[in-house]
């Protein structure tokens, strides 16, 4: 299992949400580069960043951030957030970005998600996140009547190779992963399922491993000190 340290993006600086809500927003770091490079030195190979105002916005306010991590640092960079279209698709990808990640396209546009996959294969990932096992868009302000699992299928059928699934009620709350979700979108597709949202210690990491996970994504718990990264990627590495 890969451990993606996360870096999401606010007016340009390194911020953690509660729930999703923007109003909870709070600097966690002074440099994303700085924050970027220590996960680096850490022994991380992968990066997840998000742009917290083109996931509100369908903007690319902050690309010139991501498109920096991935020229000056040797980490791989998985980016999302206001991906609504090929040309942002491609913009990050021949900028240096190594996956991007489409989220409420896939719900409404789902012909982007068919596009890009004939396009760029597995250097697509489709961002789930859920409220009470429903998914949501436009940065978690609005909910569909599309189950989490429904999707997930329907992208997997797609091609979709990588799937990231947030149970939002849990993000940023450092309450822990939502093992019984994550186990049930695990089963209901082929793709590959990141988890995101809840990560607190260690244990949470195993969980993750045990489920037979691809990756877990590690955010507030690494700014506040409650996981340590080394631990985290050794603890992945531990088939």
């Not at 369908?58 to 920096?68: P, Q, R, V, Y």
């Not at 250097?123 to 989490?148: C, H, M, P, Q």
């Not at 695990?186 to 489920?211: E, Y």
Request: charged fraction near 25%.
């Amino acid at each position: 299992m890969i451990i993606l340290p996360a870096i999401d993006i606010k007016d340009g600086n390194c911020v953690r949400l509660v729930k999703g809500d923007y109003g909870t927003a709070h600097k966690v770091a002074e440099s994303y580069m700085d924050t970027a490079k220590s996960f680096e030195q850490a022994g991380s190979q992968w990066i997840h960043m998000v742009d917290l105002d083109g996931a509100k916005d369908a903007s690319t306010a902050n690309k010139e951030i991501f498109l920096d991590v991935a020229k000056n640092t040797r980490l791989k960079v998985e980016v999302g957030g206001g991906i609504r279209n090929l040309d942002t698709v491609e913009m990050y990808l021949s900028g240096g970005v190594s996956r991007v990640i489409i989220g409420s396209a896939a719900v409404k546009n789902p012909q982007l998600v068919k596009d890009a996959v004939k396009e760029y294969g597995d250097r697509i990932a489709v961002g789930i996140d859920a409220k009470n096992g429903y998914v949501a868009t436009e940065g978690w302000l609005e909910t569909s009547d599309v189950y989490f699992t429904e999707l997930a299928k329907r992208m997997s059928d797609e091609g979709v190779k990588y799937i990231i699934f947030t149970d939002i009620s849990k993000d940023g709350t450092l309450s822990g992963v939502n093992a019984v979700q994550l186990d049930e979108i695990n089963k209901a597709c082929s793709a590959n399922i990141i988890a995101s949202g809840g990560v607190h210690t260690i244990d949470d990491i195993i969980t993750c491993r045990k489920l037979g996970l691809y990756g877990t994504i590690c955010g507030k718990s690494l700014y506040q000190g409650t996981l340590d990264l080394k631990q985290a990627l050794y603890e992945a590495a531990n088939e």
